[in-house]
């Protein structure tokens, strides 16, 4: 621990790394907004213009953000509305309604929420919320009561704006994009979606009403882009308490990015998915290793990371299985293998897996019917099996067709690493034909 | 809701005597007179022809008045129709017409209607009772007349100018057959009153004469008279708080209900406020009369005009209770006092109360602020009738001043032996009166219009008080002398609620308002103002923006002169169409309609056309296409109700006939979405227009061509005939033609650009609305585009091009050269497994199996099963591959959502 200096202006190495791990973990889990949106200046530049006409001029305007998951749709808009909201002028005008797809999932729910965002809920009267159809009424008239000069201008932010279209009729993006045609009150509406048919959803007078601006997130990232992204995203601030070791850990950063072992993972990445998340996610597990006694992040750290992030989640699960029930889904497999992929039903995984005793095994033994029922259902449970109909009701379970949910190389792939696996079952894994 | 509730009377109705005459043409026999009979009752009354009548209308306080001309029945005798003379009340007068009467109409004045555009025949079934009408000439002054049978004629009105009307045209050659006989004087101890004493004051008092509503004393009052129970029953049985009448009408409701005497107490003066505040429907002669009639009707169902008329004579003193109760809303602490006069009141013989009558203009309480000051104006005011207005305002001045100043009971001796009697009673409620009028007085007396009603209210009972001598006007003033304290604290009471927003809610009645429709929604105003446009490319943009209003529309000058010929001439007709409009959106379907309205509202205004209603629902604005009924009711009449009720009261508002009536002119967008399984809502829709008496022209509006052959079953699209247009999508020099008229010599664009985007625009949809947006668009990018923000340019070819690319190119390519090395690989491994399969469908195992060996030849490390279903998620999300629920795992099947040429295309090009 060389870089423990006792000198007053820097912090113990237990404090530095509480910081570090404070400071990252904001960065990585809390999607901490960057200073300015890398890589979509362009966009960035075209929604804080939009929405400043409508915050200062009372221009009504649509938009939609489409961009693929994790490209950084809601960041650019927060990025664009943090800025916005630097101006007082529009600070103090604009008002702001979010709603999600998930959450109001019909327009009778996204109506109340939109009332009481907009704290109109105390004009309703005593009684909260009315009806449906006054709901809606009450809103239109609300809005159509507004004008372009004299209202505030409303900010819609419609997240997973493609669920919205599956409403009946689109009765609210019908209404919203028809407000913000028409001469009532400044409305902009943001639609936020990863769709790039979003369009083809609209129906045609909705569609018609849409002002089709688009703004596509899509990143042209390059590998180098992405290595400078990990480093600075792994950067400490210059503000950081303890100049020295941030100082340090930049540093180790910086070789830990120019390391071949560690750029090959992060091509590897980098190949699988270019978006945000899955780096974060990647970073994370690095991060959170780094310790007092292991105060910098290593290459073995990162791969160690890539290698739970690669990880199959079924390969994993059948590690956790009973040698009986692998010995079924290697029957399984067979059988898959015979049929060519031909649904099975127990009584002719049972019937392959006597086979093998008979023929091959001299580790195992044959079992109740009841218990490789019990083993049947359970994988049924895990999901590793599933039924070809679920309308199962009146075939008698061992007769119930069902179909192998995991690929081949996951089933080999597990039985390399299981732990004792008996050498026969290996063997008869292997084999071509049971 | 109201009607539905109301409890009708039946009447039946018969022929008296022979036919006079059969029309062969017609085949309808010609009567002279016309038997009612109520069910219950062994009374008839007869109605001959010459007579003048009420109709049922679509105010039931105030039945439309008129002259029965003849009588007609068919063959089968089944049909019993009246042809009549109408007569125009001065609540069914326009407001803005009404100026040119040149005074205050008299609240009992009517006007002999000679306007072309109504309806003279009714149905028998209508007619409510006889009334008479008496001819006044021009310059005489109206009798100081308190019953509300008789009803004054003195011009004639043609829907444009007052007249002076031949009596030879009004008086009936016949007595009513049965109009109620003149009544006892119940205040013989009055001094007589002078014939024309304050007459002026009272149409101010009757309530606000000067509404789009009815003048409801006046009905209430003659519906005294009359008797005509069934009305306060409706309204008794009145439920909902839709209205502020329907609200009134709630708490008589609970008056009746409840026999408590704290219940009615807070009733009454929950009720007072309320009602005043809001409608001004139901004055406490009106609370008093339906007690009244809630008496009646638990005793009999007495319908007779004498007999209620006797009953109300007799039962003079319980009426003081609600009006006692009204002092209440003053102080609620003092309610046991209030409580005490209630007691007493009641139990008083007649005579105290008659007695008490004569003290009427000179309360008790020193706390009558404002009687003082009124005492003296009827003499002032003992003037002819015309020169109300002005008298009013004189009254009101001086009012301040010598309120609470003047001792009031010192003009009249019978004021004073009775007030001193009731002081007796009242002390202590007097002395807290006090403070309360001086208060009022000081902030009632704003001259807006409502206090000077009050005001006038107040003393035209004064003067009542005081000068009474005429019989009719003794009968009505009858309630008021019988209660002369109670009632003025009423009207007191009534003010201050009025004034202080705060007394007027606490004790109003248990209202709750499940519907927003007080509310008055708005989204909030801004703190600073909008900034304006500030360069040129602003100023276009703010011109191109599809929601600002052109001046006006062009390139639809036919489909304009279209619809508006066919709406006008269904107006001036007074009769109904309907009338079907298509075209693809963005084509100007609605702005047109809109623009022909404003056009037509404009020649109604200036009297080119007769006016009419327009009225505009959209089949998208609503939640349920039966909401359809309730909006329709709300804009025409403003009342709240369920679907199915509300297409109840259309369907009656409809089918009947109703004099002069207003054409209603009906916008329904988006007609589609207004359909039902078994398409009543279309149905009615376009059934009302083919109503004789409906007046309604029906103009939808949809996308589809052959709407009505698709959707429509055969009835319905019989219905909507075959007045069809059809607007064509815009051609690109109209689509031009229009950007140049809304930029309007706001030279903000090269001409190539405008065309470019016209073109564009043509081929693909011919969307006006989208080519504004390009072209709002294209001036942004030049904007931006421009070094320097101040040496803006014009929007050239290039923004333009610019502008249309970001719109109308899809990003499917830009999405897949975007994509990950996997999320691409994959893609190709699809392309690979369909080429194999020779199908366009695949499940995941099949392409992971290829995407394996493509990664191999590829160099890259093969990935494992969960990622690959990542990458194909991904690419899911973005619908470049149309999966399967992802439950299914490895096997679900996933599609290209684009060409396969375009994702060749698109890998190929790096």
């Not at chain 2, 009052?221 to 329907?246: N, V, W």
């Not at chain 2, 007796?424 to 001259?447: A, M, R, T, Y």
Request: aromatic share 6%; hydrophobic share 35%.
């Amino acid at each position: 621990m060389s870089k423990r200096k006792l000198t007053d202006a820097h912090l113990p190495v237990g404090e530095c790394i509480t910081q570090v791990q404070e400071i990252l973990r904001e960065r990585l889990c809390c999607q901490k907004l960057p200073d300015r949106p890398e890589g979509v200046e362009a966009q960035h530049k075209h929604l804080l213009e939009l929405l400043k006409r409508t915050a200062v001029h009372g221009e009504s305007n649509s938009v939609l953000i489409v961009g693929p998951r994790g490209a950084g749709k809601t960041m650019l808009l927060k990025c664009v509305l943090r800025d916005l909201l630097e101006d007082k002028e529009v600070q103090k005008n604009l008002l702001q309604v979010h709603l999600n797809g998930l959450l109001q999932t019909d327009d009778r729910i996204a109506l109340k929420e939109i009332t009481r965002q907009l704290h109109l809920e105390n004009a309703v009267g005593d009684k909260v919320f009315g009806s449906f159809a006054e709901n809606l009424a009450f809103l239109l008239e609300a809005l159509k009561k507004g004008d372009r000069s004299s209202s505030r201008p409303v900010l819609f932010v419609l997240d997973e704006f493609d669920l919205f279209a599956h409403h009946k009729n689109q009765t609210l993006l019908y209404n919203l994009f028809d407000v913000s045609q028409s001469a009532q009150a400044p409305i902009a509406v943001v639609g936020i979606t990863c769709r790039l048919d979003v369009l083809e959803l609209l129906e045609k007078r909705v569609k018609s009403r849409f002002s089709h601006r688009q703004i596509h997130l899509l990143s042209s990232l390059t590998f180098p882009q992405y290595l400078e992204r990990v480093r600075t995203q792994l950067s400490l601030p210059d503000d950081f308490p303890d100049g020295k070791f941030a100082e340090d850990w930049n540093a180790s950063v910086k070789t830990l990015c120019e390391d071949k072992s560690v750029e090959d993972v992060l091509q590897r990445h980098f190949n699988s998915s270019k978006d945000a998340r899955s780096m974060h996610m990647l970073l994370m597990f690095c991060l959170s290793r780094v310790s007092v006694s292991r105060p910098a992040i290593k290459p073995a750290d990162l791969l160690e990371a890539s290698r739970l992030c690669f990880a199959d989640a079924k390969a994993n699960m059948l590690h956790g299985l009973s040698i009986l029930e692998l010995c079924l889904i290697i029957a399984m497999k067979h059988l898959n293998d015979v049929y060519e992929g031909e649904p099975f039903n127990l009584q002719m995984v049972h019937n392959e897996f006597k086979k093998f005793l008979q023929r091959k095994s001299n580790s195992m033994y044959n079992f109740d019917q009841p218990v490789i029922m019990k083993a049947f259902e359970h994988l049924q449970q895990l999901e590793l099996i599933r039924p070809v109909d679920s309308s199962s009701a009146k075939i008698q379970r061992e007769y119930q067709l069902m179909r192998l949910m995991i690929d081949h190389s996951q089933i080999m792939e597990a039985l390399q690493k299981y732990p004792q696996c008996p050498t026969d079952v290996k063997q008869w894994a292997m084999s071509a034909f049971g | 809701m109201k009607y539905s509730s109301r409890l009708r009377v039946r009447r039946s109705y018969r022929w008296l005597g022979e036919p006079l005459s059969f029309n062969r043409k017609l085949k309808t026999y010609e009567y002279r007179s016309l038997a009612i009979s109520v069910e219950g009752l062994p009374r008839t009354t007869v109605i001959n022809t010459g007579q003048h009548i009420f109709i049922e209308g679509e105010d039931e306080d105030n039945p439309y008045v008129a002259k029965v001309v003849r009588l007609l029945g068919d063959e089968s005798g089944k049909q019993k129709k009246a042809v009549v003379q109408w007569f125009v009340r001065v609540s069914e007068v326009p407001l803005s017409k009404l100026k040119l009467l040149g005074r205050e109409p008299h609240p009992l004045e009517i006007f002999y209607y000679q306007g072309r555009s109504c309806d003279d025949e009714v149905d028998a079934g209508s007619i409510l009772r006889p009334v008479q009408v008496k001819h006044l000439d021009g310059a005489a002054p109206f009798p100081d007349s308190d019953h509300k049978d008789i009803l004054y004629v003195k011009l004639s009105w043609d829907s444009k100018t007052f007249r002076a009307v031949d009596p030879a045209l009004v008086d009936p050659e016949l007595a009513p057959a049965s109009s109620p006989p003149p009544r006892p004087c119940p205040k013989p101890s009055l001094p007589p009153s002078p014939p024309s004493s304050p007459p002026a004051a009272a149409p101010a008092s009757r309530g606000p004469p000067r509404r789009a509503l009815p003048t409801p004393d006046l009905a209430i009052l003659r519906r005294a008279l009359s008797g005509e129970a069934r009305y306060s029953r409706a309204t008794m049985s009145a439920g909902k708080p839709g209205a502020a009448e329907a609200e009134s009408l709630h708490s008589a409701t609970k008056l009746s209900a409840s026999k408590c005497l704290s219940a009615k107490r807070r009733n009454a003066s929950g009720r007072t406020p309320g009602v005043r505040k809001k409608l001004e429907l139901s004055s406490p002669d009106k609370k008093s009369m339906i007690r009244e009639d809630i008496l009646s009707q638990l005793l009999d169902e007495e319908l007779e005009s004498e007999v209620m008329l006797a009953q109300r004579l007799s039962s003079s003193p319980p009426r003081t209770l609600p009006l006692t109760h009204s002092l209440t809303p003053l102080r609620k602490a003092h309610g046991a006092l209030a409580a005490a006069a209630q007691g007493a009141f009641p139990l008083k013989p007649s005579s105290v109360v008659l007695s008490k009558l004569s003290e009427t203009s000179s309360p008790p309480s020193p706390a009558r602020a404002t009687t003082p000051s009124r005492k003296k104006e009827p003499k002032t005011l003992k003037e002819p009738a015309l020169g109300v207005l002005a008298e009013v305002d004189h009254e009101n001045s001086p009012m301040l001043p010598d309120a609470a100043t003047t001792p009031r009971s010192s003009k009249r001796k019978s004021a004073q032996l009775v007030s001193s009697r009731i002081r007796k009673q009242l002390n202590l409620l007097d002395s807290h009166k006090d403070l309360i009028s001086d208060g009022e007085d000081e902030d009632e007396f704003v001259p807006s219009r409502k206090e000077l009603q009050s005001s006038s209210e107040e003393e035209e009972e004064e003067g009542d008080g005081e000068l009474d001598s005429d019989e009719e006007v003794v009968l009505k003033k009858g309630r008021h002398a019988a209660t002369p304290k109670p009632k003025q604290r009423t009207r007191s009471g009534t003010r201050t609620p009025r004034k202080t927003p705060s007394k007027k809610t606490t004790p109003s009645t248990p209202r709750t308002p499940r519907t927003p429709h007080r509310a008055t929604p708005s989204i909030p105003s801004r703190s600073l103002p909008a900034r304006q446009p500030a360069n040129v490319l602003e100023e276009a943009r703010t011109r191109l923006h599809v929601s600002s209003v052109p001046e006006s529309l062009p390139c639809r000058e036919q489909e304009f002169q279209d619809i508006y010929s066919f709406v006008e001439s269904k107006i001036i007709d007074g009769t109904g169409g309907c009338m079907y409009i298509s075209g693809v959106p963005g084509t100007g379907k609605t702005a047109t309609v809109h623009e022909v309205m404003r056009c037509l509202q404009h020649a109604a205004e200036v009297d080119e056309i007769p006016p009419f209603h327009f009225i505009e629902i959209n089949g998208m604005k609503m939640t349920d296409p039966h909401q359809a009924y309730v909006q329709i009711l709300q804009k025409l009449t403003g009342q709240k109700a369920t679907a199915d009720h509300a297409a109840a009261l259309l369907e009656k508002r409809f089918s009947n006939p109703a004099p002069r009536k207003e054409s209603t002119v009906l916008l329904v967008d988006e007609l589609d979405l207004l359909w039902t399984r078994k398409q009543n809502v279309m149905y009615n829709l376009f059934d009302w227009p083919t109503r004789r008496h409906a007046r309604l022209v029906v103009l939808t509006i949809a996308n589809t061509m052959d709407l009505p052959e698709r959707i429509m079953i055969n009835r319905v699209a019989s219905r909507l005939g075959l007045t069809r247009m059809s607007f064509q999508p815009y051609s690109f020099k109209q689509l031009q033609q229009i950007i140049m008229s809304r930029l309007n010599k706001v030279k903000a664009f090269e001409e190539d650009a405008l065309q470019l985007v016209s073109r564009k625009v043509a081929a693909l949809s011919g969307d006006a609305r989208r080519c504004l947006d390009i072209c709002r668009r294209a001036t942004e990018i030049c904007e931006h585009s421009a070094a320097d923000p101040s040496a803006t340019g014009l929007v050239g070819m290039s923004h333009v091009m610019e502008a249309l690319n970001e719109m109308f190119s899809s990003a499917y390519i830009t999405a897949i050269k975007c994509a990950s090395v996997q999320e691409q690989l994959f893609l190709r491994a699809v392309i690979a497994e369909f080429r194999r399969l020779g199908l366009e469908e695949a499940t995941f195992q099949q392409v992971f199996v290829q995407h394996q060996a493509l990664c191999r030849v590829e160099g890259l490390q093969p990935i494992s099963v969960s990622e690959g279903l990542a990458v194909c998620q991904r690419l899911g999300a973005c619908r470049l591959l149309l999966l399967e629920p992802s439950r299914l795992g490895v096997l679900q099947r996933v599609r290209l959502n684009v060409s396969q040429d375009d994702v060749l295309f698109a890998l190929k090009a790096d």
